[in-house]
């Protein structure tokens, strides 16, 4: 077997951009869809895989396709995405799309010629870091979203520029987002290799599993309105303070979810208005990412949350909204290729995972299968998320066996 390119105990792949995105400030890497670093991993990745005779396409949502030999139907499509949430690890995608074209190095080095249409796709602001909606490449691809909807888009930061207006500042013509059906009818099979995510395959005997299923997840906007006022001035019974009604329903989130066994519900981002240390805000908002193993069961988590969010406003003299962001229902990856991959690779384990992805997506259209590399911090989105040198060189190679099978 020739051997997986290595440089400085990285895949090559990743280390050509272990610079790209670094985050001085929060730590990580910071690498948000079509800003400066984004657009650079697009720029190495289309490089990369004209390196390897790939022949590269654009597609109408801004996901990056590369061909080995022609296009065609019924494909096996490799892939991940590039970009990360704010000060994220270095594995959470970029590990996928390396190992997709590493995997058809090692098969081009053996003198093997695809039987099939064969291509590594990179998906488009999978984290919703930017936008606010994960997976939109995906989910504007397949029609799960409204593309009216994904192009109004607003970017969290304070610019505020729309998703419309970032696809036309990068040659996506805004009127042509949206379901792509020749994109997607020429997916035969979708497969994203991903880092692991959790403690899943830690203490196993395997530093490679294929996925089972995704939790049912979301994400809501909770906003909050009170009334600003002064912050020496006003007081404490004469205030109607949204941040008050903001922390005491944040600790009901915890509190909600952790009564429920095993469901997740997270604040990571609160926005407070006008946002002055001497000023009571006038509005809080926070965003609320909630999951369970079930649809019903995440339902019922967000209306307990709400419920009580709602209460501890009420009790401050507040008032709330709660809007649906983004739903992605529970994942069941097909049990035929799942099981399929899992018998190929000598009986590799199989695995949930708490995290979203674009196989999840694609999972409602086409034969979707996922592969995860052992993650030994257990961590990720951070940067301590992490992949041993051998654990991801051995991703690589179930990867190429698998494609060997499949092509
Ligand atoms: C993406 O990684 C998610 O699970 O939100
Ligand atoms: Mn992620
Ligand atoms: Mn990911």
């Known amino acids: 077997m020739p051997a997986v390119a290595v440089t400085r105990g990285r895949l090559t792949g990743l280390h050509e951009i272990v610079d790209v995105g670094r985050d001085r400030a929060r730590g990580g890497y910071s690498r948000h869809v079509w800003q400066p670093a984004e657009i650079e991993l697009r720029a190495w990745f289309v490089e990369r895989a004209e390196r390897l005779g790939l022949g590269v396409e654009h597609d109408r949502n801004g996901n990056i396709w590369a061909w080995w030999g022609a296009p065609g139907d019924d494909a096996v499509v490799v892939g991940s995405h590039l970009d990360s949430v704010p000060g994220g690890g270095e594995y959470d995608g970029p590990l996928g799309v390396v190992s997709a074209l590493d995997?058809?190095?090692?098969?081009?080095?053996?003198?093997?010629?695809?039987?099939?249409?064969?291509?590594?796709?990179?998906?488009?602001?999978?984290?919703?870091?930017?936008?606010?909606?994960?997976?939109?490449?995906?989910?504007?691809?397949?029609?799960?979203?409204?593309?009216?909807?994904?192009?109004?888009?607003?970017?969290?930061?304070?610019?505020?520029?729309?998703?419309?207006?970032?696809?036309?500042?990068?040659?996506?013509?805004?009127?042509?987002?949206?379901?792509?059906?020749?994109a997607l009818g020429r997916i035969g099979l979708f497969l994203e290799l991903h880092v692991?995510?959790?403690?899943?395959?830690?203490?196993?005997?395997?530093?490679?599993?294929?996925?089972?299923?995704?939790?049912?997840?979301?994400?809501?906007?909770?906003?909050?309105?009170?009334?600003?006022?002064?912050?020496?001035?006003t007081r404490m019974g004469d205030r109607r303070d949204p941040m008050v009604a903001a922390a005491r329903g944040i600790?009901?989130?915890?509190?909600?979810?952790?009564?429920?066994?095993?469901?997740?519900?997270?604040?990571?981002?609160?926005?407070?208005?006008?946002?002055?240390?001497?000023?009571?805000?006038?509005?809080?908002?926070?965003?609320?990412?909630?999951?369970?193993?079930?649809?019903?069961?995440?339902?019922?988590?967000?209306?307990?949350?709400?419920?009580?969010?709602?209460a501890a406003a009420a009790a401050e003299g507040c008032s709330v909204t709660v809007v649906e962001e983004s739903w992605s229902g529970a994942v069941h990856f097909d049990p035929v290729l799942r099981d399929g991959l899992a018998a190929r690779l000598g009986g590799i384990p199989a695995?949930?995972?708490?995290?979203?992805?674009?196989?999840?997506?694609?999972?409602?259209?086409?034969?979707?299968?996922?592969?995860?590399?052992?993650?030994?911090?257990?961590?990720?989105?951070?940067?301590?998320?992490?992949?041993?040198?051998?654990?991801?060189?051995?991703?690589?190679?179930?990867?190429?066996?698998?494609?060997?099978g499949l092509l």
Request: aromatic share 4%; with cysteine; proline share 4%.
């Open 251 to 310: 600790v009901a989130v915890r509190d909600a979810a952790a009564a429920r066994g095993d469901d997740r519900a997270t604040v990571g981002r609160i926005h407070a208005l006008p946002g002055g240390t001497n000023v009571i805000p006038s509005a809080v908002t926070t965003w609320l990412d909630a999951r369970s193993a079930r649809d019903d069961d995440t339902r019922d988590l967000v209306a307990e949350i709400t419920a009580r969010v709602g």
């Open 196 to 233: 692991e995510q959790g403690r899943g395959l830690i203490g196993l005997d395997s530093p490679v599993a294929v996925a089972s299923s995704i939790l049912a997840h979301g994400r809501w906007r909770i906003d909050i309105a009170g009334e600003a006022n002064h912050a020496g001035a």
């Open 351 to 404: 695995l949930p995972t708490g995290a979203g992805h674009d196989a999840g997506i694609l999972a409602a259209h086409v034969p979707t299968a996922m592969l995860f590399v052992r993650n030994p911090s257990g961590v990720s989105h951070s940067p301590e998320e992490h992949a041993t040198l051998d654990d991801a060189v051995a991703g690589v190679v179930a990867l190429e066996h698998v494609l060997r």
């Open 103 to 182: 995997a058809i190095a090692l098969l081009q080095s053996t003198g093997f010629t695809p039987g099939r249409p064969c291509a590594v796709v990179v998906f488009a602001e999978e984290e919703g870091s930017r936008f606010g909606v994960a997976c939109l490449g995906s989910r504007l691809m397949t029609g799960a979203i409204d593309p009216e909807r994904a192009g109004a888009l607003a970017d969290a930061d304070a610019d505020g520029v729309r998703f419309a207006e970032a696809a036309e500042a990068n040659g996506i013509a805004a009127r042509h987002l949206g379901r792509d059906d020749a």
